[in-house]
């Protein structure tokens, strides 16, 4: 008794499909020859389209972004204004930009130093994301 049990555990196993398996039609659900399996060939070619297939997505993933995006033109000399942090915004009716400021230099290519225009040079550098250019 205790072998009939096992026998059809395993058989179950054995016939058991994911529902991917099943929409996209895969070996297992379909019956073949041996010789029909496939080889180690078709399964490398198989694995060199899906990682093109990959890659050209990746790149329109990309592109799609890219365009989207506007890059920040700031540099020395320009004016300024600097997004004020959320935690000491009080309401929808307080201002979100303070300044100007005139960036003195960069520190890396996406974060400036800054002064006022009063000459007080403020100690923390701050990243382009912050920042927005100040038309005059």
């Not at 005139?102 to 100690?123: F, K």
Request: hydrophobic share 30%; net charge neutral; with cysteine.
């Amino acid at each position: 008794m205790g072998n009939e049990v096992y026998t059809l555990q395993a058989s179950l196993c054995e016939e058991a499909m994911t529902p991917e398996e099943l929409r996209h039609g895969s070996y297992s659900t379909e019956d073949f020859d041996e010789d029909m399996k496939p080889t180690i060939d078709t399964i490398e070619a198989i694995k060199i389209q899906v990682a093109i297939n990959l890659s050209r997505y990746q790149e329109e993933t990309l592109r799609w972004r890219n365009k989207k995006v506007r890059p920040r033109e700031i540099k020395e000399g320009d004016l300024v204004l600097r997004r004020i942090p959320k935690s000491k915004l009080k309401g929808k009716m307080h201002n979100k930009w303070e300044g100007p400021f005139l960036v003195t230099s960069m520190a890396r290519p996406e974060a400036c130093r800054l002064r006022t225009l009063y000459g007080v040079e403020d100690p923390y550098s701050w990243n382009k994301d912050m920042l927005q250019r100040y038309c005059v």
